[in-house]
């Protein structure tokens, strides 16, 4: 059942969100064209007085590819929670919670699409950047491949640890990913308890809790930052590569325990407290 | 004929503390066409979700074939709420292969029929449809399984007399001696002649459960017309 | 005989009298076999289980039976089928003679009134052709 929920919630979304991430991915790669373009530089010196012409030109166009990495970020963010709360907690949700499928069964398939999108989204837009960038600060192209080819290189060499602290990073960007998911989920399921306005209250919520995080990781951080300086100036400071995987170690446990935790309370309250209208 | 449904205590208070359905017990056997019959605010509603695990029991119990509402009851029942419940961006035939994905019981060719014989056309968007067309189609969705109870929360409230004596021809030739069907609305006159029982409730309490039939010997009057006597403001 | 049922009398008598009639008319002839129990409770627009229950009436009464092969078929005992005729004449006659008793005829008003009738112009009384007329 879960796999039919799943290709479901596929066949719902997948319209939309590749629409979004083609048009980040054409406006990159014309990013290439614009910024590369040896005729267009020299025809940009040769002509001083189109310059203010030019400068509108990058600019616009800078200001809609930005737009565009925006909308697709945010809109899947906002995409994703919008479909949760309207197919389980509107009218739809009597089509899908007399489906004979679990509570567990409805919010992971709506997770794993989710997610997909959005690591989709995060690796487009990280792709794009990195064009953009490298186009708009390399002479040109050829010169522009060098580079990257030689950033990638030297990633290559690196000891294996660098490739295990990488792998718990990428972990870890997931986890929060995840987190970020579940969040919006669990504002929304815990907002239907507010009587009154339910959207305001997922809002509200959903503020809140992400207010809380905010204030827990600037505590753990000045925590750390305070032991890291202790230590430096007690000459313990070992910045060694064990630390540092530890450290990663124990952050990537902690995030998604807190997701497992999020997602069990997504889970009670969608199975206990639900009151459609 | 064997208990398809059992509430055993049965309360549910919501949050301000009022008792929408309080310590009901009540059969329901398969092989019958009830009508849950009561005024609004009477629980039919709450009881409806409780049956279908929407809504969770404050106390008591209510057991479908012995087991708690869940997966395996959900199989078994077949519930046509009041609401629209379809995503209007999705095309009828889009519907027909969701019903068929995820549901064994559902017989498409039924639904083709009588979609047909209503003049739906299947490749027709439901956001273009009127609001009567698209509580027939989910009508249509709901009668092709062959489910062992049929629970039709106003299933021809919305829908043109033409249309409601076809609906109530399909509750009747779909019946299966294995199976039943509880239908909830206040157009009692116009289906009383195909229930076999009815429930009234009042205050979430059942204060009647009688055949039809006995009813019009005893009280010599149309279900309707007991009904509002029962119910008299 | 089409269904024309109250709802404020228990539905399966009403069921056996209009069945009843289609059998004595001959809309269902001697021998003959009837619609299932679910078509007939389509086409009245009941509830089987009633339908069924005014069709077990009958076969008590021994209209019809069923055959495991050929379902439910009206008797051919033609005897039964005739004098079952002829007890809902007499009672419809006898509703006739206490309606008109109530307006105060006598039973040689009464003749009168069933003689003039019988032998009016068209063979018609209020728009229904008597049987045996044509």
Known sequence: MLKKLFVHEWKDTWKLLTILNVAVILLSLSGLIVFNNRNMESVMESSNNNSVGYAMFYGSYMFIYILSLAVLTLGSMLFFYIRFYRNLYTDQGYLMHTLPVTGKDLILSKTFVAMIWRVIATVVCTFSILIVVWSAIAEDGAEMW????????????????????????????????????????????????????????????????????????????????????????????DPSQATVILTLL???????????????????????????? | MSALIECRNLTKCYQNGVPAVLDMNLTIESGHIYGLLGPNGSGKTTLIKMINGLLIPTAGEVLIEGNKPGVESRKIISYLPERTYLD?????????????????????????????????????????????????????????????????????????????????????????????????????????????????????????????????????????????????? | MTWNLKEDRPIYVQIVETLRMRIVSGVYPPGSRIPSVRELAAEAGVNPNTMQRALADLERMELISTQRTTGKTVTEDESRILSLKESIAEEETKIYFVKMGELGFDHRQIADFVKKAADGENNEIGGYTLMGGE
């Open chain 1, 146 to 237: 060098r580079e990257m080819k030689e950033v990638f290189t030297q990633l290559k060499i690196e000891n294996g640890t660098a490739v295990v602290a990488i792998i718990l990073v990428i972990l870890m960007t997931i986890g929060a990913q995840l987190f970020e998911v579940f969040l919006g989920y669990l504002a929304i399921s815990i907002g239907q308890q507010v009587s009154k306005n339910k959207v305001l209250g997922s809002i509200g919520i959903y503020i809140g809790i992400h207010v809380l995080i905010n204030i827990v990781k600037n505590i753990g951080t000045q925590v750390f930052v305070f032991r890291i300086i202790r230590e430096e100036e007690a000459g313990m400071f």
């Open chain 1, 250 to 277: 124990i952050m990537d446990v902690l995030i998604f325990a807190l997701c497992y935790g999020m997602y069990m309370l997504i889970h009670h309250f969608m199975k206990n407290k639900l009151n459609l209208d």
């Open chain 2, 88 to 233: 209007a961006q999705n095309k009828v035939s889009d519907m027909i292969a969701f019903f068929e994905d995820f549901y064994e019981d559902f017989k498409p060719d039924r639904a083709w029929e009588m979609l047909e014989n209503l003049g739906i056309n299947r490749e027709a968007r439901l956001k273009t449809l009127s609001k009567g067309t698209r509580e027939k189609i989910q009508l249509i969705l709901v009668m092709s399984r062959e489910a062992k109870l049929f629970i039709l929360d106003e299933p021809i409230a919305g829908v043109d007399p033409a249309a409601r004596d076809y609906i109530i021809r399909t509750i009747i030739t779909n019946y299966n001696p294995e199976a039943s069907v509880m239908i909830c609305t206040h157009l009692i006159s116009d289906i009383e002649n195909i229930l076999d029982d009815v429930i009234f409730l009042k205050q979430g309490k059942v204060v009647l459960k009688a055949q039809v039939d006995e009813i019009r010997e005893k009280a010599g009057k149309t279900v309707d017309q007991y009904f509002r006597e029962v119910f008299a403001c």
